[in-house]
């Protein structure tokens, strides 16, 4: 495989056959785990390993409220959301881990992820939402999106 992802691309196959790929092809990997990658197979593909464990899903949401900070269009709703996040987030994530029994185990970060995702989705214009409405109930929709998915 190293072969393969260097400049050459020629892949080698267990028999002595050798297949060149034109400088027009690119490949992308998806690995479970590295247990049997050398350092030249890590270094040529430029893996990058993050463990939500290590991270947590913090940084998700802050990038997710940055990036709708920038949209001017729910620039106005962000440091609203932004409190709401940081006073209920954690609290419903150790709710799910201590009360309740997931059927297929999920991470934080995967139900962070689904949250934000329907949360998006229920708060654009299209499906009749108005942040610049009083009455927008914004945050009935930061609940609903955050109980059903975290």
């Known amino acids: ?89 954690e609290m419903a994530l150790e709710v799910r881990r201590e009360q309740c029994q997931e059927l297929i185990p999920s991470t934080d970060l995967n139900g962070i992820r689904s949250f934000t995702r329907l949360f998006d989705w229920l708060t654009k214009k299209e499906n009749g939402f108005d942040p610049e409405s009083q009455d927008s109930n914004f945050s009935w929709l930061f609940f609903i999106s955050l109980i059903s998915n975290v």
């Open 1 to 89: 495989m190293n072969s393969v992802v260097d400049d050459s691309k020629v892949l080698t196959l267990t028999n002595p056959t050798r297949i060149t790929f034109p400088q027009q092809v690119s490949f992308l990997f998806e690995v479970q785990d590295l247990q049997e990658a050398s350092h030249a197979t890590v270094y040529r593909c430029g893996i990058i390993f993050m463990d939500t464990a290590d991270f947590g899903w913090q940084p998700f949401i802050r990038s997710w409220v940055e990036r709708m900070e920038m949209d001017q269009k729910r620039h106005s709703t962000a440091e609203v959301l932004r409190k709401i996040v940081e006073r209920h987030t």
